[in-house]
């Protein structure tokens, strides 16, 4: 039976075989490429690195695994840009939203807004 993950955009729905989804799952742990945070196949939603609004492919190397709160985010920033957004953040009286995020990063209690920001897929990288 054909079941429809409402998690995943409309027009990703028909790409992502549960083949691939059950891929990206493990693609980092089990946890979202972007705060780490442990995410249950059903919880996972599905974020194009390379945003699909300018271009970005449905190929599975441009899919991450992302948890709802990041992917909320993220939207069509790309990595780059979110990262700006998050170290914009830090300088700014922010909403309960954005505290949330930050809370995620760990970033909440940074004094200076000088710490730069490590995504979970960058800090996997660099311990293999
Ligand atoms: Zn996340």
Redesign the pocket.
């Known amino acids: 039976m054909f079941v429809m993950d409402l998690n995943i955009p409309r027009k990703l729905r028909l790409l992502t075989t549960p083949k691939i989804k059950s891929l990206l799952h493990r693609k980092y742990n089990k946890r979202?490429?972007?705060?780490?945070?442990e995410?249950t196949l059903k919880e996972m939603t599905v974020d194009h690195i390379h945003p699909a609004s300018l271009g970005g492919s449905n190929d599975p190397e441009n899919l991450n695994p992302?948890?709802y709160?990041?992917?909320g985010f993220k939207k069509d920033l790309s990595i780059g840009e979110f990262r700006d957004e998050i170290e914009e953040q830090l300088s700014k009286t922010i909403t309960k939203q954005w505290f949330n995020l930050l809370y995620?990063f760990d970033l909440i209690n940074v004094g200076d807004g000088n710490i730069p920001v490590v995504f979970?897929f960058e800090k996997i990288s660099r311990n293999k």
Do not use: R
């Open positions: 979202c490429a972007y705060c780490g945070e995410i992302c948890c709160v990041c992917n995620k979970y």
